[in-house]
């Protein structure tokens, strides 16, 4: 059997580095292979299409539904658009996916590996090309082995094209997030494009190209902290990727020699019965990162499955049960060895480790929608100017000086007062008048979407309590409903 | 370290030799293509330091074959600032001081150009705040020794105060009532008696009266004869709350005595004029800024000095 790869654990020691052992997966079909093309073609096509699909915000603001704008500092999702002071939706989302992927690990095991990482979507999807250009498991370690030729040459030259063509797709998607997407992709072909643009595109290409195409399981191996953190995510009860060594060994070899041994139920040259692996090493063939799950529980198990797909042909084939390597939790392997019956799966979903996570994850998701749809689109900021603090004026009154923050949030432009309470006689002015023409109220444009950024002036009299707690208030002229206030102080001494 | 090393049986893989609560480590070998990440890595960091600046030479570091300079980057950065900018400064150049509120635009821009330009010029001798020193005036305040409004800051900070050689310069001074002998002790502490009770700070009393008759008639002619100044001599109004060199007995009688004034450099001859202008606008935003009064007529500006009240109508219209 020359198609297999070299055992992992068999090399040489004393040796600090070593070459890494080319996997070249066999091509499987069944139950989890076709869930991952499912998974594959949803994913990939989110990834792709999102960019493209457009929502009306009116004349003030760009109509693309997915937009991070950082030239403007804007993130706009459907209708939600957040401000950089609203960053806390963006962390809240990220606390959400790291909970996200606890629920899942805890529960599932690591199914984000197995299925949905991109890492894993896009090894996938180059191991699919490599196939189709290259052939079968056989061909491909053969054509490795082989010297270089024309034929060689031909094919590799193909076999990467294809790559770069998918790299530069995935690369150019992901710019198309932070621009709009129509015009940013007839600036790309006619090189009008920004030269950010081309970098992000050239440099996701090649990570894309290297990591899918090259480095593969060593991502998720040597680089990839998920990994680490998953294993002490999960417990006794998460799902994982088991080969069931109870029923398996001892191993017999080869489908003929197993069916009789099994009529049997008797192995010759030992006193166990023999087990339902034939050794046939199917498992190691379809394995995308190359290890034996014979050998337990292990770091490169991204728990994709295929090997179970792989088995249970097998099994079928020599009439054996299924699932000899199947989705199996620490406590159901023990009940199976003695004998016992397993749990029914969704008791082990519902656990207090599971219930914790995912009630932690849809309280921060149900206190975010709560604030978003609570949130109000005009906001005031007051910091006290505080060098100098408090100023004598020639009448003898004293003025302090605050730099006012008005965000119009809508795709508007409005007018605004803006008021202040907590000190009788107040007079407002702003850096651009003079005091003669101070108020009791200050009125401002605001234009759409954006923040005004103002000096107001407030003198008082000199009688009073040496600090005074104030509110400034703003107030949209068109709508007396929309307002906010700002707290801040009024100082009669200081400097 | 090495002789101690043990083969993990189920592996074949040499040992660590550490152990933490059972838990050993195996001495894995490392992927080959990390190998040469690093050597790569040293290639790249040796080929860096060659083409920017990085040796340490005897006067200076090699410059890199690149010819990279992060000063040069500073003039670049610089110069593109200046092209952004030179729409707003021709229109600043052009357009006189005291139109620039018209174009609130214009004028926004100005008060930031100013106070940036503050910070390097101005700083030194009224304050990071503008909130000033003895003797060197606050500018947040709404008292003006000179005039508060967009045109008389400009003239201050373009010609300056008593600037010597500068015949444009504002020019005033003060005599020395005590050291010219003009006044003895007593006249003088009577004299501060009574500015202490035109400034609402002690009630009449016999020694006020007396000052009173001295100041009608030395301090007068140029403090007026309510005491509210004379914008176009310099003379600070003494009935309000703003003491540029305070208002105690003590500092009052030294003033009196010694006679104290402050000399302000012309910037006119320092600064471009649009830095000039935009400083004047960024001084009167500071929260004292008056309007100019006959704001359409710039011609008749300087009848409008020679105008007395002008400086008490603008001091009546605070105080209600």
Not at chain 2, 225 to 242: C, K, V
Request: proline share 6%; hydrophobic share 40%; charged share 25%.
């Amino acid at each position: 059997m020359n198609d297999q790869p070299a055992n992992l654990t068999d090399r040489e020691t004393n040796q600090f580095f070593e070459a890494r052992k080319k996997v070249f997966p066999r091509r499987i079909d069944g139950s989890f292979r076709r869930l991952k093309w499912v998974i594959m073609v949803v994913t990939l096509a989110i990834y792709y299409v999102t960019p493209w699909l457009r929502w009306d915000r009116g004349p003030y603001a760009p109509d693309q539904a997915v937009l991070v704008d950082l030239a403007n500092r804007r993130f706009y999702m459907f209708s939600i658009e957040i401000w950089p002071h609203e960053f806390y939706y963006v962390a809240g989302l990220l606390i959400m996916a790291a909970i996200g992927l606890f629920v899942v690990t805890s529960a599932v095991g690591r199914a984000w590996c197995g299925y949905a990482c991109p890492q894993t979507v896009w090894t996938d999807l180059f191991m699919h090309i490599e196939r189709f250009v290259d052939g079968g498991r056989r061909e491909q370690y053969k054509l490795d082995d082989a010297p270089w030729g024309p034929k060689k040459v031909a094919k590799r030259l193909t076999k990467w094209t294809l790559w770069l063509l998918v790299a530069i797709a995935t690369g150019g998607a992901w710019v198309f997030y932070f621009a709009d997407a129509p015009m940013l992709a007839r600036e790309l072909f006619s090189g009008t494009a920004p030269q950010t643009a081309y970098f992000s595109i050239f440099i996701l290409t090649m990570t894309t190209f290297i990591f899918g195409g090259f480095m593969r399981e060593q991502v998720c191996i040597y680089m990839c902290p998920w990994p680490r953190i998953q294993t002490a995510l999960m417990d006794d009860q998460s799902l994982q990727v088991t080969y069931k060594h109870w029923r398996g060994e001892p191993r017999t070899r080869g489908i003929k020699r197993a069916k009789a041994m099994q009529a049997e139920e008797v192995d010759a040259s030992s006193l166990l019965p023999p087990g339902d692996c034939i050794d046939c090493k199917a498992c190691i063939a379809v394995c995308p990162t190359g290890i034996d799950i014979r050998e337990g529980p292990q770091i490169g198990c991204i728990t994709c499955a295929l090997c179970i797909d792989a088995c249970d042909e097998v099994m079928r084939r020599i009439d054996r049960p299924e699932k000899l390597i199947g989705y199996t939790t620490v406590e159901d392997e023990k009940l199976a060895m003695a004998g016992k019956v397993p749990e029914p799966p969704l008791k082990r979903l519902l656990r207090p480790r599971t219930l914790i996570y995912f009630a932690i994850w849809a309280g921060i998701g149900l206190a975010m929608l709560f604030v978003l749809g609570n949130r109000s689109r005009l906001d005031i900021d007051a910091g006290q100017i505080r060098n100098p603090l408090a100023i004598t004026l020639s009448d003898g009154d004293i003025r302090n000086g605050y730099v006012i923050k008005l965000r119009n949030m809508e795709q508007r432009p409005r007018d605004f007062v803006v008021t202040v309470e907590g000190i009788e006689q107040a007079e407002l002015w702003t850096d651009l008048q003079s005091r003669a023409e101070a108020t009791r109220q200050i009125r401002f444009e605001v234009p759409a979407d954006s923040v005004a950024r103002r000096t107001l002036y407030l003198a008082a009299p000199a009688e009073g309590p040496e600090r005074s707690d104030i509110l400034f208030t703003v107030t949209a002229l068109d709508d007396e409903t929309a307002t906010a206030s700002a707290p801040t102080n009024f100082n009669r001494t200081g400097n | 370290m090495a002789e101690h090393k043990e083969i993990d049986q189920p592996t074949g893989t040499e040992k660590v030799g550490h152990e933490w609560d059972g838990i050993e480590e195996l001495d894995t070998p490392m992927p080959r293509w990390w190998l040469w990440t690093l050597y790569a890595t040293i290639v790249w960091g040796v080929a860096y330091t060659i083409a920017y600046p990085a040796w340490p030479m005897i006067e200076k570091a090699s410059d890199g074959l690149l010819g990279w300079s992060s000063r040069g980057d500073l003039h670049a950065d610089l110069a593109a600032e200046e092209e952004r900018r030179a729409p707003m400064t021709r229109a600043i150049a052009q357009i006189p001081i005291e139109r620039l509120p018209e174009d609130s635009e214009l004028l926004r821009f100005a008060v930031e150009g100013g106070r940036s330009a503050y910070k390097v010029n101005c700083v030194q001798c009224h304050g990071s705040g503008a909130a000033g020193f003895p003797g060197y005036p606050n500018l947040n305040d709404d008292d003006w020794l000179w005039g508060g409004d967009l045109q008389a800051i400009h003239q201050t900070l373009e010609h300056g105060i008593r600037e010597p050689g500068n015949r444009e310069s504002r020019y005033s001074e003060m005599p020395a009532f005590g050291e010219l002998g003009i006044l003895n002790r007593d006249e003088m502490n009577d004299v501060v008696s009574f500015v202490r009770v035109m400034s609402g700070q002690d009630s009449a009393s016999n020694a006020s009266r007396r000052g009173q008759a001295i100041y009608d008639i030395q301090c007068s002619s140029c403090h007026g004869a309510d005491g509210t100044g004379n914008r176009d001599l310099g003379a600070p109004n003494l009935t309000d709350s703003i003491w540029l060199y305070g208002g105690d007995r003590e500092s009052l009688y030294r003033t009196v005595d010694q006679s104290r004034y402050g000399i302000m450099p012309s910037w006119g001859n320092r600064l471009d004029p649009v830095t000039v202008k935009m400083l004047a606008a960024y001084v009167h935003s500071l929260g004292g800024g008056e309007e100019l009064v006959e704001q359409d007529d710039s011609t008749e500006v300087d009848t409008n000095t020679d105008d007395a009240p002008d400086p008490v109508t603008q001091n009546e219209r605070p105080a209600g």
